[in-house]
């Protein structure tokens, strides 16, 4: 079974500030997943990637899939960018089984 | 479009009470997952479907837990006899195809509160 484990658990960011959320796991998969929840619980995907980056407005991920290692970065963040970033790999690793996520980073970030 | 919503959002249960939590995926969606949410915590996932059958549900924590999705829209999960410990939020996610590497739409779930 794979394990995610995320960090930090919780940060604080003044407004501008450049960010960066990390996700290991332990057995080497085919795809991860990069969520945010809102307060009041409201999950949306925000990316998917298997190798290399991906780029969404200010929001950048990159898996390193020999590491087993992605991190989620925000360019220039702001107060709405608060929230809980969740990362989650397939359970049994490649692409099988339910998702495993982590346990969340809880963003705070001041203006 | 519409999303994925849930009903109902708030549940107050007393100890020993059965409950039922309703999931209406997106249209047309073939997967569905159901999730716990702990305080706290990462979802933890319950079950599977593809269609109307349930194909994975190792995850769910008892027999007391049953979900279903008869034609293959509409999903309930059941709680019979509730205890303390299944407070949590019910989060259930559909997508668009089949199998668990495609993107997920989560619904915003179900406070359950069992006293």
């Known amino acids: 079974k794979n394990e995610v484990e995320q960090s930090p658990q919780n940060l604080t960011a003044q407004e501008g500030e450049f960010i960066t959320i990390n996700c290991s796991y332990s057995v080497g998969i085919s795809a991860l997943h990069w969520l945010q929840q809102h307060p009041g619980g409201g999950i949306v995907s925000l990316f998917m990637?298997?190798?290399g980056k991906k780029k969404h407005g200010r929001l950048i991920a990159t898996i390193n899939i020999q590491e087993k290692h992605s991190s989620l970065h925000i360019t220039a963040s702001h107060p709405r960018d608060s929230a809980v970033y969740i990362c989650?790999?397939?359970?049994?690793?490649?692409?099988?089984?339910?998702?495993?996520f982590g346990k969340g980073t809880k963003l705070s970030v001041k203006p | 479009g519409a999303g994925v919503s849930q009903s109902p959002r708030y549940k107050v249960a007393k100890r020993g009470q059965d409950v039922a939590l309703r999931c209406d995926p997106i249209s047309g969606h073939v997967s569905l997952f159901w999730y716990q949410q702990a305080l706290g915590q990462g979802p933890e996932f319950l079950t599977y479907f593809q269609n109307e059958a349930q194909l994975d549900k190792s995850g769910l924590p008892s027999d007391r837990f049953f979900a279903e999705r008869p034609e293959g829209s509409v999903s309930t999960l059941k709680i019979q006899r509730t205890q303390q410990e299944d407070s949590a939020v019910y989060l259930c996610?559909?997508?668009?195809?089949?199998?668990?590497?495609?993107?997920?739409?989560f619904g915003p779930g179900t406070r359950l509160l069992v006293l």
């Open positions: 989650a790999a397939p359970n049994y690793g490649g692409s099988q089984g339910n998702l495993i």
């Open positions: 990637l298997s190798s």
């Open positions: 996610a559909s997508s668009s195809g089949s199998r668990y590497q495609e993107t997920q739409y």
